[in-house]
């Protein structure tokens, strides 16, 4: 069983910056997938980044939109994977999930590749 805490969500001015964190419980952290998605009202939960386990390099993946702004990164002593957002618009606003993925699954960019998840931190971006 893994357990995931989200935190660093907050109110942030267009163009300001937040870094969160999502601490994670269990054994399996360093070798298992991470990702960030985010869920705005009214839309669907949609892929903000991954980054692999360290047996696979920690390679890492941004959608689009956030690329050269969003930055994904683990510490396995820490057992916590971050996502720290710069240069942030309104249209980031929304609750940020942390996601895990432990074998079977295998983590990806949907939300059926991660079998973990968070509680959500809120992040609200004012123009």
């Known amino acids: 069983q893994v357990q995931l805490v989200e935190s660093g969500g907050g109110l942030v001015q267009a163009g300001g910056s937040l870094r969160l964190s999502c601490a994670a419980s269990?054994?399996?952290?360093?070798?298992?997938?991470m990702g960030w998605f985010r869920q705005a009202p009214g839309q669907e939960r949609e892929f903000v980044a991954a980054i692999t386990g360290s047996v696979w390099s920690a390679s890492t993946s941004v959608r689009n939109s956030v690329k050269g702004r969003f930055t994904i990164s683990r510490d396995n002593a820490k057992n916590t994977v971050y996502l720290q957002m710069n240069n942030l618009a309104a249209e980031d606003t929304a609750v940020y999930y942390c996601?895990?993925?432990?074998?079977?699954?295998?983590?990806?960019?949907?939300?059926?590749?991660?079998?973990?998840w968070g509680q959500g931190t809120q992040v609200t971006v004012s123009s």
């Open positions: 996601a895990a993925a432990v074998l079977p699954k295998r983590g990806g960019i949907t939300a059926y590749d991660y079998n973990y």
């Open positions: 269990g054994s399996t952290f360093s070798s298992s997938a």
